[in-house]
């Protein structure tokens, strides 16, 4: 890859262009984003879709949104915990590539991809989740994390979930990432506990603990996207305006932002489980088929 890749509709035409085409498992497929958005990667060629669900609901809602179901591979399984644990067990046994959650609930999903015998996780892996979010008003790409899984991450959970972030941005051609490591200020407090956690992580990317990055925090949001904020203030940071990658302290600061701007802010986003042996795909059922489009499209490049 030449050049890093600067939005998620250059994602799908890297996919495309690079002739990836993977095996996608859809865990109680009945969901009509969910089925178009499928169809319109398995029609631009770089899926191939298992639909496991109840065959006439799959079948019935392609046809109101205007999809052929001849197109899928269609398993029928009318219960949902069944059918979550076939596209886990065709995943695990490498009948397909990525694990995509339909209409089941998110807790009865995860449950299976944890599962220790028949689950998906690497050996004592920290489960995250990272999200490339497409912005109107930011110059690029921003990698954010945990949005979903981690409610309150100590410091090696948010060593892991950087280094995940990390790994998902050099996939996308960033060669050396800006990281800034969110809190409500600059200032490092015994008060604020992340902010310690912050500065160690900051001192182990320095000493190549955590490689292939700069890593400052902790930093607002302000300090992290905004040059003009940067110097303002005058601090002194690395980052300096320009962050690939926002690491939050709670899931609840990163859901709570990430949310806010694709409802005011005409955001957009791709975002996968990480920690996982092959790629996992969990959105919640109101996120755009756009989004979950581009999900699939990231799951292609990264399995």
Known sequence: ??????????????????????????AYAQDPNTIGAIAKAVENGFAEAIMIGDE??????????GVNPEIFTIIHEPND??????????????????????LVGTDKFLRAVLNKEHGLMKPKAVMSYVCALQ???????????DTAVLPFPDLREKTAMLNYALDMAHAFGIGKPKVALIGASEKVSTNFPNS?????????????????????????????????????K????????????????????????????????????????????KPVVVMSRSESEASKYYCIALSCLLA
């Open 1 to 26: 890859m030449q050049q890093p890749i600067q939005s998620l509709d250059q994602l799908v035409e890297h996919v495309i262009a690079s002739g990836i085409k993977k095996r996608i498992a859809v």
């Open 56 to 65: 006439a609901a799959i079948k019935l809602r392609s046809t109101e949104v």
């Open 81 to 102: 915990q069944k059918a979550v644990n076939t596209a886990v067990k065709m995943v695990k046994t490498d009948e397909a590539d990525v694990l995509m959650k339909g």
């Open 135 to 145: 912005l109107p008003k930011y110059h690029k790409l921003l990698f954010i994390t």
């Open 196 to 232: 310690v956690d912050y500065a160690m992580m900051s001192k182990m990317a320095q000493r190549g603990q955590i490689k292939d990055c700069i890593v400052d925090g902790p930093l607002d949001v302000f300090l992290a996207c905004d040059k003009e904020s940067v110097a303002i």
């Open 234 to 277: 005058g601090v002194d940071t690395p980052v300096g305006g320009d962050a690939d990658i926002l690491l939050f302290p709670t899931l609840e600061a990163c859901n709570s932002f990430y949310k806010g701007l694709m409802l005011f802010g005409g955001g957009e986003l791709a975002g996968l489980i990480q920690g996982t042996e």
